[in-house]
């Protein structure tokens, strides 16, 4: 393989996101983001996998709803390094590429992404402050023979802050590079008093739903590649 990628086959380990080598009729999970929160998770759950980073535009579409919007930048994300890596390798029905992407959604309905400066974080705590907003995260698996996608939506309630927390927090550079400027395992916890949903789904993957994904594809894999038993063939000859 390229790009100096090593692949894992999927199981479930205490070691986390160990690396085995490619063997045939196995399924290799490939990560394709580059959130050390997602990694975390997703050893956290016990999968092995590898991570190859997409790089693909992020921008909303003119009118496009929170949940089409996350959705489809996980979809493309996935359907990017699928195509990349099946045309390195042609083997390519061993890969399982899994794509997500997380936005926060303002009470009046506003996509946050990212601030782009500290003014920007400052307006976007202001919407959240003393209010609860939603936090979507679009999944994609990507698999030989096509792609299934789902989205998973998460409540969060934040206190009301003033502008000095405001302040202070921006000054410490914690919401620079967060969607919705702050991450609630980080400083910005001590503000949230309820979730209701999937807290994971707020750090970055929805481990439940990812998990069932995952093992539903694999064994929709093992019964497409199971031998017919001799029963079987025999009855039907």
Known sequence: MGRGLKFAQIGKSPEGARAFPISHNKKMLVLASASPRRRELLAQAGFTFSVAPAA??????????PIAYVVRLAREKAQDVYSQL???????????VLGADTTVVAPNGEILG????????????RLLSGATHQVITGVALVAQGGVETAAEVTHVTMLTLSEEEIAAFIATGEPADKAGAYAIQGRAARWIPRVHGC???????PLALVSSMIEGTLRRFEKTTSPIPETAAASSI
């Open 86 to 96: 099946s045309a390195q390798d042609n083997d390519d029905d061993s890969l399982l």
């Open 56 to 65: 693909i535009p992020e921008d909303p579409m003119p009118g496009e709803s």
């Open 199 to 205: 807290y994971f789904n707020v750090v970055g993957l």
């Open 114 to 125: 990212k601030p782009s400066d500290p003014a920007d974080a400052a307006r976007m705590l």
